[in-house]
């Protein structure tokens, strides 16, 4: 499988992810009762990023997913956009910030909190932890969570690939 393939499939999963939490989220009519259901993509253990995702759990792959899409398919992350009906606003708990020059979503901490946990304050409890605690984030992690801006909670910081990761994994700086 090229890098291409592989970061399809990825994308393609993260995209069913992103569905069914939502679907779930707004109790809309669902093909499955969690997304630990949707099975991420193999990828071949002798490619560079199925030698960097086959240690992670289900959550840790799925929060390096949502730090890849602004690079590789951002278009994806539109769905984050909706408006709350009742507030005239974006919905708090997605997370998400504006950036300078990119135009999509730029997810943050409390983007990948939202897709692991939803409502259930047990899971946020669990992501929070995941994603602040976690080996995915640590000094020599996948993927950074960046500061928040002055005084805001931590996980509003935006969710990014290290440099490392994201240039050994599209193949640049070489």
């Not at 799925?62 to 730090?67: K, Q, R």
Request: proline letters at 5%.
């Amino acid at each position: 499988m090229t890098t291409g393939q592989i970061l399809s499939a990825e994308m393609e999963w993260l995209a069913k992810v992103t569905d069914s939490c939502m679907r779930i989220y707004f109790q809309l009519e669902v093909t499955n009762a969690s997304i630990e259901e949707i099975v991420p993509p193999a990828v071949p253990a002798d490619t560079f990023y199925g030698t960097m995702v086959k240690q992670l759990s289900f959550g840790e792959r799925l929060v390096v997913a949502l730090a890849l899409a602004p690079y590789v398919k951002p278009q994806l992350l539109d769905a984050f956009f909706i408006e709350n009906a009742t507030y005239h606003r974006r919905f708090s708990e997605f997370g998400g910030m504006k950036m300078q020059q990119h135009a999509g979503f730029m997810p943050t901490g409390e983007t990948a909190i939202f897709l692991l946990s939803g409502s259930d304050m047990d899971k946020r409890i669990a992501a929070m932890q995941l994603l602040l605690n976690g080996n995915i984030t640590g000094a020599n992690g996948l993927v950074q969570l960046n500061a928040a801006p002055g005084g805001e909670p931590a996980a509003c910081g935006s969710l990014t690939c290290r440099d490392t990761f994201i240039n050994e994994l599209l193949g640049l700086n070489k």
